[in-house]
């Protein structure tokens, strides 16, 4: 007999809170099916998503060659192990090597385990060459994951504290001062780990003066430079990969969020010297690039490639300019920064009472770095969608300012 699942919000919410670890502030709402860039509840409220998962529903909700392709792949066959080949793997590898340039593809579930994947094969490199380099030099504001070594690297002592002792030998230094980042990489940095444009840490860009820090940091002291392009990679943008934007060539690259379209999918990407360090049974995943996850990948890349990435360069001038209209009605806005499908407006107060304001009025988008309000709607969002969401963004500043819901 099948269990009786019930979408009673009350009922949802207390049986998680008996038996799922509380590990998630959630907003209390219950979603049980979407469409394109709508949620709807179990009373069948509809909510314009501008969150998309945390930048995972690329494709908007229940997209029709999604839908069909991961129906039709899980019809055939699901999941073999990295044991045996299938066809999809180098498929999608092949097509991850030409948008970004780099020629190797680790596949993974998530975007720390890409960051594990990188972090692991700077230092195989290094070990590879006979003399070992081990430690790593990262950004503050940086957000890498929350497994061990991903953990080591991100910035926030609020995620670390309670995990520590982590990784030996993590510097972090500004964000924004490129003397800092050159004065603290040598002969002893296996790899320099940055977003190009950091997201958690609050929407924010690399500037220009950073990138050419990174690039000739990495050229005196021969550092290798692992991108973290998990959440502002893929076509985000509206280019392939941010980090080409700025100028970089990773050496190695992270990236999941978008990439299977809600079916996990990490991968980290390598050049031809880093991957010619790996050998039979250096890493391994027993998920790691199923039938599943190539499927979805590859519809995604698809997607991408023939009209999507340009949709998103093209939308996302036009996501700017209704987030400045928008901002200049309200004071408290200081800032407005971004790119293709992803964009922050900063505050000068905490975020948390305007995002819960936005959810009353149907609006999904999520507070990050306290002050920061963000926006990652589906690759797929339209000009409608944009200003309907300036319109509800507006009200839910004005409620969420005032304190007056
Ligand atoms: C830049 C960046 N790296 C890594 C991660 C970790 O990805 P995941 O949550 O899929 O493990 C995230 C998640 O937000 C991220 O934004």
Known sequence: METMITNNPGEVMARESEHVLQTYRRSPVVFERGNACRLYDAAGRGYLDFISGIGVSSLGHAHPRLTAAIADQAAQLLHTSNLYFHPLQGEVATRLAELSGLPRVFFCNSGTEAVEASLKFARRFWFSQGA???????????????????????????????????????????????????????????????????????????????????????????????????????????????????????????????????????????????????????????????????????????????????????????????????????????????????WGMELDRPAAPVVEAALERGLLINRTAETVLRLLPPYIVESADVDQMAVLLDAALDAGIRGDR
């Not at 070992?132 to 002592?157: I, K, N, Q």
């Not at 049974?281 to 997607?303: I, K």
């Open 132 to 342: 070992p380099r081990t430690e790593v030099v990262s950004l503050e504001r940086g957000f890498h994951g929350r497994t061990m070594g991903a953990l080591s690297v991100t910035w926030d002592d609020h995620y670390r504290a309670p995990f520590s002792p982590l990784l030996d030998g993590v510097t972090f230094v500004s964000n924004t001062d490129p003397a800092e980042l050159l004065a603290a990489v040598n002969e002893r940095t296996a790899a320099i780990i940055a977003e190009p444009l950091q997201g958690e840490g609050g929407v924010r860009p690399l500037s220009a003066e950073m990138a050419a820090a990174i690039r000739t940091a990495c050229e005196r002291s021969g550092a290798l430079f692992i991108a973290d392009e998990v959440q502002c990679g893929l076509g985000r943008t509206g280019v392939p990969f941010y980090s080409a934007q700025l100028g970089l060539q990773p050496d190695i690259m992270a990236t999941g969020k978008a990439l299977g379209g809600g079916v996990p999918v990490g991968a980290a990407l390598f050049s031809a010297r880093v991957a010619a360090a790996a050998a039979f049974g250096d890493h391994g995943s027993t998920y790691g690039g199923n039938l599943l996850a190539c499927r979805a990948a590859q519809v995604f890349l698809d997607e991408l490639t023939s009209g999507l990435m340009a949709h998103v360069a093209q939308i996302g001038p036009h996501i700017e300019a209704a987030l400045r209209r928008v901002a200049a009605r309200h004071s408290a806005v200081v800032d407005v920064r971004g790119a293709g499908v992803i």
